[in-house]
């Protein structure tokens, strides 16, 4: 192997940010990090617990939201749209209630 063209080797290893675990694995970068590792991930646990480590869940809630908002108000907007004209009766109109 040639001097100087190869990067450095780091055997720090990986941490899991969620649970703490930390692996011995060879790499060129130091200080790697996961999210979720096969320790707490649900899959590989049985748990049925939401690891939101960015706010996934809280941004997909609030999307979730807002479109049924929305898609609420369309509906509403297409009863009206879709309802017929109330009229009032021509002898309404011109003798008024005491027709």
């Known amino acids: 192997m040639k001097q100087g063209i190869h990067p450095k080797y780091h055997m720090d290893g990986i941490v899991c940010t969620t649970c703490g675990t ?3 694995i060879g790499s060129t970068r130091s200080g790697l990090r996961v999210e979720i590792c096969s ?3 649900p899959f590989y646990t049985g748990e049925q617990r939401i690891v939101d480590t960015a706010g996934q869940v809280d941004r997909f809630m ?3 939201s807002s479109a049924q908002a929305r898609q609420a108000d369309m509906e509403k907007r297409r009863e009206a ?3 017929p ?3 009032q009766s021509l002898l309404k109109e011109l003798y ?3 027709a």
């Open 81 to 83: 749209r879709n309802q």
């Open 22 to 24: 930390k692996w011995a």
């Open 62 to 64: 609030k999307r979730l």
């Open 85 to 87: 004209p109330q009229k």
């Open 96 to 98: 008024g209630d005491e």
């Open 39 to 41: 320790n707490c991930h």
